[in-house]
């Protein structure tokens, strides 16, 4: 039985930190929030600050979980992305916004992550 979406994309979001403090990724925040909106992980990758939505799924029924992050979403988290720079006085930093695709097998719940580098741009 699989549980609800929000507890899947917990879990999505714990197996996106570790992956990506496995392949070098310094992680600043997660779940940082405003009234414009949310960001799943927001991390370094070298000279890069990352802003990173996480989409987990069980299988592909529904289509590819980046496709969820439609232009509007993206809106949101450039916005939120833009008060994080502020507040935190980022302006340094080169910036993208990354996805990481977390699909979970339905068979074994083993997961299947893609880490889609610069997803989409201002």
Same mark, same amino acid.
């Given at each position: 039985? *699989?549980?609800? !979406?929000?507890?899947?994309?917990?879990?999505?979001?714990?197996?996106?930190? !570790? *992956? @990506?403090?496995?392949?070098?990724?310094?992680? @600043?925040?997660?779940? #940082?929030?405003?009234?414009?909106?949310?960001?799943?992980?927001?991390?370094?990758?070298?000279?890069?600050?990352?802003?990173?939505?996480?989409?987990?799924?069980?299988?592909?029924?529904?289509?590819?979980?980046?496709?969820?992050?439609?232009? =509007?979403?993206? =809106? &949101?988290?450039?916005?939120?992305?833009?008060?994080?720079?502020?507040?935190?006085? @980022?302006? &340094?930093?080169?910036?993208? #916004?990354?996805?990481?695709?977390?699909? #979970?097998?339905?068979?074994?719940?083993?997961?299947?992550?893609?880490?889609?580098?610069?997803? #989409?741009?201002?």
């Amino acid at each position: 039985m *699989h549980s609800s !979406n929000k507890d899947i994309g917990s879990r999505g979001e714990d197996i996106a930190e !570790n *992956h @990506l403090k496995e392949i070098g990724y310094i992680i @600043l925040e997660r779940n #940082f929030q405003c009234k414009t909106g949310e960001v799943d992980i927001i991390a370094k990758d070298g000279n890069y600050l990352c802003f990173i939505e996480v989409k987990s799924r069980y299988g592909k029924l529904y289509g590819n979980p980046c496709e969820a992050v439609t232009y =509007s979403k993206q =809106s &949101k988290i450039r916005k939120t992305a833009t008060v994080y720079i502020m507040k935190k006085k @980022l302006y &340094k930093f080169n910036f993208r #916004f990354d996805v990481i695709e977390i699909i #979970f097998n339905i068979y074994n719940n083993i997961p299947s992550i893609r880490l889609i580098k610069n997803a #989409f741009q201002i």
